[in-house]
Structures are given as structure tokens and as C-alpha cells.
Nanobody, 125 residues
Framework: QVQLVESGGGLVQAGGSLRVSCVAS????????MGWFRQALGKEREFVAG????????LHADSVKGRFTITRDTTKNTVLLQMNSMKPEDTAVYYC??????????????????WGQGTQVTVSS
């Protein structure tokens, strides 16, 4: 049974930093792409960043490029999202997701098969 468990959310002031983690279990993820998505109140879920488990190629949304960084630790089956220079518009529930590798990192939630329960991130102005 695949499980993705996020942690590390919380409250931070604008300009501050936060790191969220996702521990993946239940299968081998070497043929998967891992993604971070977020959903603000009243808005659709949006792609934040993705990483190919095998090889480590990454993709970041334009809105977070240069501020957020996705990495993975294959020894701990963990995907991390380091968030710096945070803005109030980064406030959302952040979700970890896993989808079968398809040759590119998809920004579409429908391409991801497994999801975590989400962790709230709030940035105060």
C-alpha cells in the first residue's frame, strides 16, 4: 500500500523560509516522478515542482522559480521542498504526489496516481 506522508508545514512571515517533507513508502519509486502541488482556498490545485526519482531532473513552476527547490533523498525515500523568500500568495495546502515516469515531468494533477494528505502552509504579511 503506497503512502505519502507530508510534514513541515506551518506559519511563517513573508520573506521567511520553510521546508516541507514527504516520506514515501509501499513500493519502489525508481520509475516514478514525485511532485509538489498546492491548493489555496477557493482555487484549483496547481503544480509547484516535480522531480524524477531516478536521475533527479527537476521542474519548478514559474511562480516559485528561484525561491523554491525540490530535492529527493533516495536513501530515505523522502522528497523535500525548500521554500525561501516566501510570499503571502504561497499560502495553501501543499500536497506530495507520485506518478509513473512518462519521459517528462507533468504539471497535471491527473498524471499523478498517489497523493498525501496535505500540509498547511501559511505566510503572513
Amino acid at each position: 500500500q503506497v503512502q505519502l506522508v507530508e510534514s513541515g508545514g506551518g506559519l511563517v512571515q513573508a520573506g521567511g523560509s520553510l521546508r516541507v517533507s514527504c516520506v514515501a513508502s509501499g513500493r519502489t519509486f525508481s520509475a516514478y516522478t514525485m511532485g509538489w502541488f498546492r491548493q489555496a482556498l477557493g482555487k484549483e490545485r496547481e503544480f509547484v515542482a516535480g522531480i524524477v526519482w531516478s536521475g533527479g531532473s527537476t521542474l519548478h513552476a514559474d511562480s516559485v522559480k528561484g525561491r523554491f527547490t525540490i530535492t529527493r533523498d533516495t536513501t530515505k525515500n523522502t522528497v523535500l521542498l525548500q521554500m525561501n523568500s516566501m510570499k503571502p500568495e504561497d499560502t495553501a495546502v501543499y500536497y506530495c504526489a507520485a506518478g509513473r515516469a512518462i519521459g517528462y515531468i507533468s504539471r497535471e494533477p491527473a498524471r499523478y496516481d498517489y497523493w498525501g494528505q496535505g500540509t498547511q502552509v501559511t505566510v503572513s504579511s
